[in-house]
Each structure stands twice: as structure tokens, then as C-alpha cells.
């Protein structure tokens, strides 16, 4: 089972209407949670970080984790053409620096 | 918000030479740096871990003696590509993060270094 899964896409969404992109993780005692985006040809950007169960809302972006189900999500609204990119979920696990990332959905937001 | 430079964006070289990729962390001390390539289409792939004073330790199948990594300060960790070969030749990015007593293992990412071998 990989660490971080994510369905690598492509996700095609309206413009204008909510993409929903999901992510498991295996390890229990995963901590920190983060949705990154990447454009191609560009390095990762860091848009949501996620610590405790719930909801995190921050304008368009809400993450969501759900630590029983070990799963994260990241809802974009009112989705733009400029969404379109490759949102990578990433896990620390609280024992050292790293983070472990899933491979990638690709999201196509259609004008 | 926390800013990763790194330099230079883009390099060519010939077969055999040295090259060397710097990132720096701008605004924030960096605990810890990570050194990462990407093949075109595909997933980031972790190369090694450096801390400020200590030697990197780097991910398997990853060679220490091709990839030299130097943390001389906790704003600036250099990647040396020895010897390169066209093989070698991949988008290197490198990200940089604060660590617990930062912000919980966010890691901020530089723009990255194309590196050409020809």
C-alpha cells in the first residue's frame, strides 16, 4: 500500500462549479497534512496546511481530515481556468522533517 | 510568507562537468533544507535531507559521492551535481522548512533548476 494515494486524474471540472480533489494516507500516526499545487514546468506551492480533524477554510480552499477514515481532502469553489494544475497531498508522519507526497491529481478546469 | 530562492534557474553543461544549484531560505531560518527531482510527467522524487552543520543524509539509490550536499548555514544548502552526465539532466528543486518550532513541517519549495547535460 503506498504511503499517500491520490487518483492522479485528469479531473475535469465547469468553471465556476466546486472541485473536490481526495487523498488516504496508511500511517496511522500521520500529523500534519498539506495540499500543494503545481503548475507545469513549476516548483510546488503550498496552499493548505491541515493539523487536526475538520474543516480549515481559507478563501476558495477548505481542507478537510478525517484522521479515522485517514483520509484529507482539498475543496476548491467557484473553480477558475488558473486552477487548473497538479494538487499533490503531502504527509508528515512527526518523526522527522520529511514529508511524504502522493503522486498527483491533475485538475482541468473547463472555460 | 516564507520565500526559497534558488539559483541558478537554468543550466547547461557538457558531459563531465560539475554544476552548482544554491537555494536559500529568505525571510525564515531553514532547519532543515531537501534537495528533490523531477523527471518531466512524473512524481517529485525526496534526494537527500540536510540540516544546518551536519552531513546530509540522502534517500536510497541516491549516490552521496555524485550529489554533494553542503548546509553551510540555516539560510543556504548547496547541491552539487559531479561529474554530470545527460542522465543527470532533470528539474532540481529544493525546498526549505522550520521545523516544529516553524510551522509544523511546512516545507516551501524554490522555483527550481533546470539542469541540461549535453
Known amino acids: 500500500q503506498k504511503e499517500v494515494e491520490q487518483n492522479s486524474g485528469p479531473l475535469s471540472v465547469p468553471e465556476g462549479a466546486i472541485a473536490s480533489l481526495n487523498c488516504t494516507y496508511s500511517d496511522r500516526v500521520s500529523q500534519s497534512f498539506f495540499w500543494y499545487r503545481q503548475y507545469s514546468g513549476k516548483s510546488p506551492e503550498l496552499i493548505m496546511s491541515i493539523y487536526s480533524n475538520g474543516d480549515k477554510e481559507d478563501g476558495r480552499f477548505t481542507a478537510q481530515l478525517n484522521k479515522a477514515s485517514q483520509y484529507v481532502s482539498l475543496l476548491i469553489r467557484d473553480s477558475q481556468p488558473s486552477d487548473s494544475a497538479t494538487y499533490l497531498c503531502a504527509v508528515n508522519k512527526g518523526r522527522d522533517d520529511k514529508i511524504i507526497f502522493g503522486k498527483g491529481t491533475r485538475l482541468h478546469i473547463l472555460p | 510568507g516564507a520565500v526559497v530562492s534558488q539559483h541558478p534557474s537554468r543550466v547547461i553543461c557538457k558531459s563531465g562537468t560539475s554544476v552548482k544549484i544554491e537555494c536559500r531560505s529568505l525571510?525564515?531560518?531553514?532547519?532543515?533544507m531537501f534537495w528533490y527531482r523531477q523527471f518531466p510527467k512524473k512524481s517529485l522524487m525526496l534526494m537527500a535531507t540536510s540540516n544546518e552543520g551536519s552531513k546530509a543524509t540522502y534517500e536510497q539509490g541516491v549516490e552521496k559521492d555524485k550529489f554533494l550536499i553542503n548546509h553551510a548555514s540555516l539560510t543556504l544548502s548547496t547541491l552539487t551535481v559531479t561529474s554530470a552526465h545527460p542522465e543527470d539532466s532533470s528539474f532540481y528543486i529544493c525546498?526549505?522548512?522550520?521545523?516544529?518550532?516553524?510551522?509544523?513541517?511546512?516545507?516551501?519549495f524554490g522555483p527550481g533548476t533546470r539542469l541540461t547535460v549535453t
Open positions: 525546498s526549505a522548512s522550520g521545523g516544529r518550532l516553524g510551522s509544523s513541517y511546512e516545507q516551501y
Open positions: 525571510d525564515f531560518q531553514a532547519t532543515t
